[in-house]
């Protein structure tokens, strides 16, 4: 990035970087406002570049850029728990939940309408992107803790965790962001490792990943 | 009930009891095909009844009958929580859960499409009425926990847990239905009080309630 930064409407900017740049200002309009209330001389002021620009990049139009701003979205949440293999489990799911909070953090509206439903418009086709999303994140979760092959109680524990992240974070936003999110993210790990705690004793499988978490720590 | 109640198409019933099968026949279709592909024919041939009846009973048509049977069945949910309060907490939650999953078991495609909101069409009010299960729960839980002025650390986890449980209900059904009904509900129970003690270990209001709940065990 240049010093000239502040003046985003004059940059020369790569295809990449243009394209992104219009998906960030569409998903920060999308987090305010229905799609539908949305329109692209919006996404064009807001970027500060002209309307044809924007169709040039998105032909398909609003539904188009609707879209990509959303996958854009699912893309990013995605790599949050994308954390190298190595090291303890507990710092490495702080570090995953530290990117995801901040994700939260800083898209809170879109986050929200997102999730809930509210103002988007194909509502099945967001289900499955969101759906999208919280599968890899079970995957990435399943990953770290060093498992190939879940078992049904396994697989349940790490997905009603996710659920209950999902739920916290929509739960944070709606009360002003408190607990700070150093709190939150502890207090989110610690309850993932009671989850597993409780499964433990169900699950031979669960047993062993809790034995050797404490063998680590 | 009268001993004719075999042949339901030529009982006498009354307004509220008619009500109630209408509102049952609409749910079981509701349960398995989107709103938009059940006719009035269907809910009057489910029922066993003319298609007059039922327009006699749901004169706003369809959308008036889809939003009564969602009514209803939100009713049903809501009232699965609401256990006396006395004796201990677990086996009253115990009792509760044990009503909850037996309506998941009954409702099993409608529960699924009308959490994951993949057929429904109004979405948005679908959405709210979800959201009154959801609160209504919550409410009842922290009456449980005899709790009148819950703090926000309280207050989420009792939430995640329900968002927790919702998840682990679709979950079940994807899965065959499995684990048995008694070992899940068992299981959710001892996720709730391992969330707690997490809780307790940052929040005084849930301590006190953690160690009131091991002086009663």
């Known amino acids: 990035m240049t010093p000239q930064a502040s003046t985003p409407a004059y ?6 970087e243009r394209r992104r740049q219009l ?13 539908e209330e949305v329109s692209l001389d919006d996404v064009a002021e807001a970027a500060g570049v002209s309307r ?16 990509a701003a959303l996958g854009s979205a699912a ?7 994308d954390e190298p293999r190595q090291g303890e489990l507990v710092p490495r799911l702080t570090r995953a939940l530290d990117r995801y909070l901040a994700f939260v953090d800083e898209h809170d509206a879109g986050f929200s309408a997102l999730l809930q439903g509210g103002s ?14 919280r599968r890899a994140a079970a995957e990435h979760i399943l990953g770290h803790l060093g498992v190939t092959d879940p078992g049904p109680r396994l697989r349940m524990t790490v997905r009603m965790w996710i659920t209950a992240v999902e739920a916290a974070s929509l739960i944070w936003l709606d009360e002003d962001k408190q607990p700070p999110t150093v709190e939150l993210r502890d207090w989110l790990v610690e309850q993932f490792v009671a989850l597993l705690s409780v499964t433990a004793v169900r699950d031979p499988q669960t047993a062993a990943l809790v034995a050797g978490l404490s063998a680590d720590g």
């Open 11 to 16: 940059r020369r900017l790569s295809v990449t």
């Open 23 to 35: 998906l960030e200002a569409a998903l920060s309009l999308f987090a305010h406002r229905a799609p």
């Open 52 to 67: 044809p620009l924007v169709y040039r990049y998105f032909p398909g139009g609003k539904q188009q850029l609707y879209e």
């Open 75 to 81: 893309e990013e949440l995605r790599q949050c728990f």
């Open 120 to 133: 988007v418009v194909e509502t099945s086709r967001t289900t499955a992107i969101v759906d999208g999303v």
